[in-house]
């Protein structure tokens, strides 16, 4: 499958151990990862300001998610379609890279659920969603 861990997933997989840093962990040996420059600067920006990361740390942290994720141009969606516009550029990214689904903790992606065919889900939800696509697909 085809994944896009958003900003706060990212983030959190960097901080903490925990479901997002498994998703994160299993998504790269798995599944392919997609981003965007956006993704990325919204990480290096918040890892910096609200987490006190020094700008090289912050910088050695995004080397490696370009290392593992493949790199895609937001799709132009047309028409805002988040109620946080900045979520557009996500789901922009999402359609870009063709994938299967978003992993967020964003209430303003997540309210959406579905976006293009693209479902949107929560990082504890992940391994449940996995296993039914893999079913699925049987």
């Known amino acids: 499958m085809k994944i896009v861990l958003d900003t706060n997933v990212l983030i959190a997989a960097f901080i903490t151990r925990g479901a997002c840093s498994d998703v994160l962990e299993h998504c790269v040996r798995q599944h392919r990862l997609i981003t965007s420059e956006h993704i990325l600067n919204e990480f290096r920006e918040h890892m910096v300001h609200k987490f006190n990361l020094s ?8 080397n490696l998610l370009r290392s593992v994720t493949e790199l895609v141009y937001p799709a132009d969606l047309g028409t805002a379609a988040c109620r946080d516009p900045a979520d557009d550029l996500v789901l922009g990214t999402a ?3 063709e994938a299967t689904c978003i992993v967020t903790g964003d209430n303003d ?17 992940f391994a449940e969603y996995e296993a039914r696509k893999i079913e699925e697909a049987g």
Do not use: H, K, S, T
């Open 109 to 125: 992606l997540l309210v959406i659920e579905q976006f293009c065919d693209i479902d949107i889900i929560r990082p504890a939800e």
């Open 95 to 97: 359609v870009a890279g």
């Open 55 to 62: 700008a090289a740390e912050a910088e050695e942290a995004v």
